[in-house]
């Protein structure tokens, strides 16, 4: 079965400075993976994604790389804003269907400091 | 807006009653799903369904059932509610390849 682990719990930065998510991965032949964030009592949102086929993809501030080699993806937020402030979830499509039945790590809750 | 509401946002019960949770959306996608979310353990499917009266299992579908007779309603069923079932639960559709949008959650508590 796929596993999707981010063994951060939280992650705290400065104002201005960058935010580094990481997710690690166990299989990987036909994989997408996308990042979530979520606020308290809301829904998760759709944050960016990026294909096997590529080693990153931007999106204005957020970037998300992808090493295959590791099974390792990271998102990176340049520069982080208070309202970055939310938990932010991994997540893996391995099946490659036409329909997504993703399997999400556990969270990393990131608080950015005025 | 992918147009998705859940009801009721809140609810608590008792062990042993049954409980559904309805998730409802405007715009005609094939695809939904239910998660339950709980600390430690991220997002976990429950039940999905693609299409009318297509629906199988999820991660953890143990004490949970699911019927969609509409295109636009997916219902989520505890036949008998438990302590374990206390969870925050998502509805998702699936708008383009791979891409989930969620709605706002409902939030359960089983006494």
């Known amino acids: 079965d796929q596993q999707v682990k981010q063994n951060s719990p939280s992650l705290s930065v400065q104002e201005g400075r960058i935010s580094i998510l990481n997710c690690d991965y166990t299989?990987?032949?036909?994989?997408?993976f996308l990042w979530y964030k979520k606020y308290p009592a809301e829904g998760p949102t759709f944050l960016i994604s990026?294909?096997?086929?590529?080693d990153k993809n931007e999106d204005g501030r957020f970037t998300v790389f992808l090493n295959k080699s590791a099974k390792h993806l990271s998102l990176h937020i340049v520069p982080s804003q208070p309202g970055d402030s939310a938990v932010y979830f991994c997540?893996?499509?391995?099946?490659?269907?036409?329909?997504?039945?993703?399997?999400f790590g556990q969270g990393t809750i990131l608080t950015v400091h005025p | 807006d992918a147009g998705i509401t859940q009801s009721p946002r809140h609810k608590v019960t008792e062990t042993g009653t049954p409980v559904t949770l309805r998730c409802h959306q405007t715009?005609?996608?094939?695809?939904m799903y239910w998660y339950r979310q709980d600390p430690g353990h991220g997002l976990r499917l429950i039940h999905y369904?693609?299409?009318?009266?297509?629906?199988d299992k999820g991660e953890v579908s143990d004490g949970y059932s699911v019927s969609r007779s509409k295109t636009e309603d997916f219902l989520l069923t505890l036949e008998s509610a438990t302590s374990s079932q206390t969870s925050v639960y998502f509805c998702?559709?699936?708008?383009?390849?791979?891409?989930?949008?969620f709605g706002p959650g409902t939030r359960l508590t089983v006494l």
């Open positions: 997540a893996d499509n391995a099946g490659g269907t036409s329909y997504g039945k993703l399997t």
């Open positions: 299989n990987s032949m036909f994989d997408y």
């Open positions: 990026i294909s096997s086929i590529k």
């Open positions: 715009e005609n996608h094939r695809y």
């Open positions: 369904s693609y299409g009318v009266k297509d629906t």
């Open positions: 998702a559709i699936q708008e383009t390849y791979n891409e989930q949008f």
